[in-house]
């Protein structure tokens, strides 16, 4: 169903110039906007970047121009609608009615507490997706409603894209969001592995502008080496690229970890004092020599040996690891082995090394987040340990599927496309189409919200203000910024915490039978939650600046759109570990238990990617799929503005001219690609700049389902990487998505 967007404003109208940011990525651009009119008739008439803003600097990517196209995208749901199935003359047919907040509101409440009420709290599941940390209503409000769910059935898009980063964080620095962050601005050497920073603008690394900086790194003197079976852009810019063989990250990384003890390279300078089990690090590592795992990973030892040195005698150097090596069946490893070699080189809080950020509202110190913890409950089917009271989101459909007590009959989803997202989407897809009740907070009927009951669209991101609660944690510079709503939304519409607050409310006063505990306790959280809940998200911010005590304000802030900045990023661990008696264990439990296992994978030529696709597998050659991402294409929604997905097919699939040769197949021709879960059909890509013996699809296509109501995104649909990625194919630790080296195979179409 199609909405107007509103209407222009007349071409005599004023002209206004407004500052805020572009949040469609973790780079969070600072923009200009040139606004022409007033109230919710006003229309953005170009976006450019804003040359006075301290992080991004001017910077600007395809991305930002698109949030007009967003704003008044046609196919964008401006109220709430509900599905309804009616006959028709082929069989039944689905619509949406529009209908009004207060019947979708008593709906949602009246559809969640009746599946509660017959299955239990924990037949109730929670999904969010990437977006809602970007969005900062989400994170102030969001709580007051999920909360109240009282259910263990909550995933994320964390569980595909980052959980190693978190798990690691919290075992070794006692947070999960205390991630060091590359000091890409004073760093001499820069290792990056599984990470594509230029199509990215960073990831876990907030770093607009990024393309500027490698080349002053360069031009300093510093080096960056790129490991990765595709040469990226990133890779492309490198002074030295290493095409590493998928999924043998963590082999290469042990690699270099023996290399600093067997060369007597580990100097973890002033750290030394604070680092517990070195010892056990060096005995566990001893049999990854490089030449142990050179036929594993693809890149010789005298190669691994270089880099360790390099690495161990930069003044300020730091290695980086992200998308790559976190999804695959090894990421916990991978990640603990990148913190353990800049903790052993002594570049952990070190200037040009890795260092903890300084925000003006820090979450961690504020005690606004809690620090995390793992495997304190697991999954029902399959005993997939929690983090943070998440569970992997690869468990999610078997959840849905499998019969018997807990078993998720209802689902909540809020800005998340999961079926595109998380691994077997078709498998998800068929879950989806079996639950008694789903609600969507979304602004898309999309592959995952066709098949909810209900849709609560908020306003998109310009129409409400915006301050990056977590974003700022990962900056490679200390800023601070707030940015007012560029336009006005419009009548009648909400914002994201405004349905949450809602929604909080609504369901507290109709759950009240269910909950558990005394009426003390019950009044004091419906007390509490009605106080938040009526606070708009820059009213938290406000009291939150002035607890944090650094003496900035709201006020100041506004005065300021384009953003303060706070500095260059400095050595704050100490205060992080929270002083006195608080040391870096580098030798968890789990991965004390892991670390052995890895030894014949790794070191005597066994494969540790899992079973193949069946029978048929055997008979022809199999491939190792892995994703890629595109400075234009950075999730599946952003695929509906035309300019965006404009120009030369972006979803084809990379293969390197030997493979081609073998499976006698040319370049652009249609080609099937298959695995245990599934099959698609998407055009080939002969290319160099892929490692034999590998594939590559792009993340976040696949819009030819029936009922997706995208236009754009359905003329250019390509094809779902995650309707061949495998659900079983898992992190080793943490049960985190595998999405690197699933094995495939390919034949014409």
């Known amino acids: ?237 490198a002074d030295e690229h290493l095409a590493i063989d998928p999924g043998s990250d963590a082999a290469w990384l042990l690699s270099l970890i023996h290399t600093l003890f067997a060369e007597e390279l580990t100097h973890p300078g002033a750290l030394e004092p604070l680092l517990d089990q070195v010892r056990a690090v060096r005995d566990a590592v001893s049999p990854f020599s490089p030449e142990a795992t050179e036929a594993q990973t693809g890149i010789d030892a005298a190669t691994t040996r270089r ?163 977590v974003f700022l944690h990962l900056a490679v510079r200390n800023v601070t910024r707030y940015s007012e709503a560029i336009v006005e939304r419009a009548p009648g519409t909400l914002h994201d915490w405004e349905i949450y607050s809602e929604l909080a409310r609504r369901y507290a006063r109709r759950a009240w039978a269910l909950e558990r505990g005394s009426v003390r306790q019950r009044l004091s959280g419906m007390i509490t939650r009605g106080i938040v809940g009526r606070l708009p998200p820059h009213r938290l911010l406000a009291l939150g600046l002035k607890k944090a005590g650094r003496g900035l304000t709201l006020k100041a802030l506004r005065a300021h759109p384009e953003g303060i900045d706070l500095g260059p990023l400095h050595p704050t661990l100490g205060a992080t570990l929270g002083g006195r008696g608080k040391r870096i264990n580098l030798m968890p439990a789990a991965i004390r238990r892991e670390l052995p296992q890895l030894v014949t994978p790794f070191t005597q030529g066994a494969t540790a990617s899992g079973t193949t696709a069946g029978a048929a597998a055997a008979e022809r050659p199999t491939l190792k799929l892995i994703g890629r991402r595109d400075v234009r294409s950075n999730n599946s929604w952003m695929h509906n503005s035309e300019r965006l997905v404009s120009g030369k097919a972006r979803c084809t699939l990379w293969m390197h001219p030997d493979d081609a040769a073998r499976h006698a197949l040319q370049d652009g021709q249609a080609v099937t690609v298959a695995s245990r879960v599934g099959r698609v059909s998407v055009p080939l890509q002969v290319t160099s700049d892929i490692r034999v013996g590998v594939v590559s699809l792009p993340h976040g296509w696949g819009h030819d389902r029936e009922g997706v109501q995208l236009q754009v995104a359905r003329a250019h649909a390509g094809a779902s990487i995650n309707d061949l990625t495998d659900e079983r194919l898992t992190d080793r630790i943490s049960a985190n998505a595998a999405f690197s080296a699933v094995p495939v195979w390919i034949e014409a179409a």
């Open 1 to 237: 169903m199609a909405h107007a967007h509103p209407a222009a404003s007349a071409a005599d109208a004023p002209i206004h110039t407004r500052h805020g940011v572009c949040n469609l990525c973790e780079a969070i651009c600072g923009l200009t906007f040139q606004v022409q009119g007033e109230g919710p008739q006003a229309r953005i008439i170009s976006v450019k970047g804003n040359d006075a803003d301290p992080l991004s600097r001017g910077h600007i990517c395809p991305k930002a121009v698109a949030l007009k196209d967003l704003h008044e995208d046609p196919d964008r749901l401006r109220q709430p609608v509900k599905r309804v199935v009616e006959n028709g003359p082929s069989g039944p047919v689905t619509r949406w009615q529009p209908i009004g907040w207060d019947e979708a509101f008593d709906t949602v409440v009246e559809g969640l507490v009746k599946a509660r009420e017959q299955h239990g709290s924990n037949a109730v599941a929670v999904y969010q997706g990437n977006p809602n940390v970007h969005n900062w209503g989400n994170i102030t409000h969001g709580h007051l409603f999920f909360s109240q769910l009282k259910t263990r059935a909550r995933f994320s898009a964390t569980s595909v894209d980052q959980l190693p980063h978190h798990i690691v964080a919290h075992w070794l620095y006692g947070h999960q969001l205390a991630i060091p962050i590359p000091d890409i601005d004073r760093t001499l050497f820069m290792l990056v592995l599984g990470g594509n920073p230029l199509a990215s603008n960073g990831s876990l690394m907030t770093v607009p502008d990024v393309r500027a900086r490698f080349k002053a790194l360069k031009a300093r003197g510093g080096k960056l080496v790129v490991v990765d079976p595709r040469r990226t852009e990133t890779a492309a810019i």
């Open 307 to 469: 880099i360790a040195r390099e690495l161990a005698g930069a003044a300020g150097g730091v290695v980086y690891g992200r998308m790559g090596v976190s999804t695959q069946a090894h990421g916990v490893v991978c990640q603990w082995a990148i913190q353990v070699l800049n903790l052993l080189t002594g570049n952990v809080d070190r200037e040009g090394g890795a260092l903890l950020t300084s925000p003006a509202l820090n979450l961690i110190q504020m005690k606004l987040m809690p620090p995390g913890h793992l495997d304190a409950w697991r999954s029902r089917v399959r005993g997939a340990p929690e983090f943070g009271g998440e569970l992997p989101v690869s468990v999610l459909a078997e959840e849905m599927l499998t019969p018997g007590r807990g078993q998720v009959r209802a689902l909540v989803t809020a800005a998340g496309n999961p079926v595109l997202s998380t691994p077997n989407g078709r498998q998800l897809d068929q879950a989806l189409s079996q639950l008694d009740f789903m609600v969507s907070i979304d602004f898309y009927v999309n592959e995952t919200t066709r098949h909810a009951n209900v849709i609560l669209p908020p306003t998109c991101f310009v129409e409400h203000d915006h301050y990056d609660l």
